[in-house]
């Protein structure tokens, strides 16, 4: 069966300092991956999504990034952090376009 | 205008009673319909995909359509299990973006 690792679970930064939050999945091969923010009481707001290795595609222009270095490795960069990246990050994965995506446990981000 | 709008509760109904409630969306040209399912502070996990003709899954029952734009979800003899955030997520495209609406928290109560 497929399991989707994402950590850490919670993490406090300072404004201005860097980010980096993993994602792995395990039990299938090229997965779609996603990363999505849920700021409270907001709905999910896509912020990159890819289809392979290398490949990334961005939603929403800001301060982060993200890579692929591997087919199940997913990350999700910053290089100085703003008051506003706070909130819920998560992980998807998915096979194909079916629609039926598969979260991660998320890691809730509090920027200071 | 939002791409897809639900009322956000929230709704607060006795054990066993049926709840029921609707998600708009503003692509007439929407492909495939979800709901999910977000217990507080976890993540959404898929609930049941809505298909054109509507379908039932247990005590959860989702209708499509598509004339008005909008998708329901029915929950019959509710339980406390039941309270949590139900989002309405939406295709437009049949590829990999899906659009998911801000939820519909529900209380089941003792």
């Known amino acids: 069966s497929q399991t989707i690792h994402q950590w850490p679970a919670t993490l406090v930064q300072p404004v201005g300092s860097p980010l980096s939050l993993e994602c792995t999945v395990e039990g299938t091969s090229n997965p779609n991956l996603y990363w999505y923010r849920q700021a409270a009481g907001r709905g999910l707001q896509l912020l990159f999504y890819s289809v392979g290795i290398g490949q990334i595609s961005s939603e929403v222009p800001q301060n982060l990034s993200a890579s692929r270095p591997q087919d199940r490795q997913f990350i999700l960069s910053s290089k100085k952090l703003l008051l506003s990246d706070s909130g819920f990050y998560l992980c998807?994965?998915?096979?194909?376009?079916?629609?039926?995506?598969?979260f991660g446990p998320g890691t809730r981000l509090t920027v200071t | 205008r939002k791409e897809v709008e639900q009322d956000p509760g929230p709704f607060n109904v006795p054990e066993g009673a049926t709840v029921a409630f609707n998600c708009t969306y503003s692509?007439?040209?929407?492909?495939?319909f979800f709901w999910y399912r977000q217990d507080c502070r976890k993540e959404p996990k898929l609930l049941m995909s809505?298909?054109?003709s509507g379908n039932e899954d247990g005590r959860f029952t989702a209708q499509l359509n598509r004339a008005s734009q909008y998708i329901s979800l029915l929950i019959r003899d509710s339980k406390l299990s039941d309270s949590a955030t139900y989002l309405c997520?939406?295709?437009?495209?049949?590829?990999?973006?899906?659009?998911f609406g801000a939820g519909t928290t529900v209380t089941v109560r003792a």
């Open positions: 997520v939406v295709n437009f495209r049949n590829d990999y973006k899906l659009s």
């Open positions: 692509n007439s040209a929407s492909q495939s």
């Open positions: 998807a994965w998915s096979v194909g376009g079916t629609g039926e995506q598969y």
């Open positions: 809505v298909y054109s």
